[in-house]
């Protein structure tokens, strides 16, 4: 079957580096998408990875490891307003997009 | 307005009751979405309409019918619905299927009594 894992909830500090991972396990692989949602918000869009590696886009990085399945989504620098939940998706062979729980980022001050 | 818009924000009804969620877009897309968000699960797939045509229908019961007029609105009309049908339900589009990223609304969250 399809499967998105990725952790319930993560707490973290201000101004601190967290790391939300994200495995996967679907039929075939077109990309992976990472969305982030406020509470009573509409998801919006953070990345989009289709080739192994690192992208960088301000304080939000994503990496993508095919072979393994696998992507992160790296917050530096963190902010209050980044509380938030983070929801990875990956689009399979048919280009059906799959989607995870959902990881909800508390952050103290 | 800009983005895409839900109305009504939140909503509660009877089992009875018939109703319906709307969804505008000022994008320009052509795919437009509706999914069903319920706490600590994956976004549930209910139906996607490209063109205005049908082109999933993700198993969803009967008591959800889909409408969409044209390419900037979409409705989900709700009949006799039962209490784990209770979600926010969430409307998105994109500029054609596939590999493309979706626009959400801010969702209908709705309460069957």
């Known amino acids: 079957g399809q499967n998105i894992d990725q952790p319930t909830e993560m707490t973290a500090t201000e101004g601190a580096i967290v790391q939300i991972n994200c495995t996967y396990q679907t039929s075939g692989f077109n990309g992976l998408f990472w969305y982030q949602q406020h509470a009573g918000e509409a998801p919006t869009f953070l990345s989009y990875?289709?080739l192994d590696g690192l992208e960088e886009k301000g304080r939000f990085s994503s990496f993508l490891s095919r072979s393994k399945g696998y992507s992160y989504l790296l917050l530096k620098e963190l902010q209050m307003k980044d509380s938030a939940s983070y929801l990875c998706a990956t689009l399979d062979s048919n280009y059906q997009l799959i989607w995870g729980a959902g990881t909800k980022l508390i952050i103290k001050p | 307005e800009t983005g895409v818009t839900q109305t009504p924000r939140h909503l509660v009804m009877g089992m009875t009751n018939k109703k319906s969620l709307k969804c505008e877009q000022h994008l320009g897309h052509n795919a437009m979405y509706w999914y069903k968000q319920s706490a600590k699960k994956p976004l549930e797939l209910m139906f996607v309409y490209n063109f205005k045509e049908q082109t999933e229908n993700n198993s969803v019961p009967s008591r959800f019918s889909p409408e969409c007029p044209n390419s900037s609105h979409l409705f989900l009309h709700l009949h006799t619905l039962q209490p784990e049908d209770s979600a926010l339900y969430l409307c998105a589009s994109s500029q054609g299927a596939g590999a493309n990223v979706l626009t959400f609304g801010a969702g209908s969250r709705l309460t069957v009594l």
């Open positions: 990875n289709v």
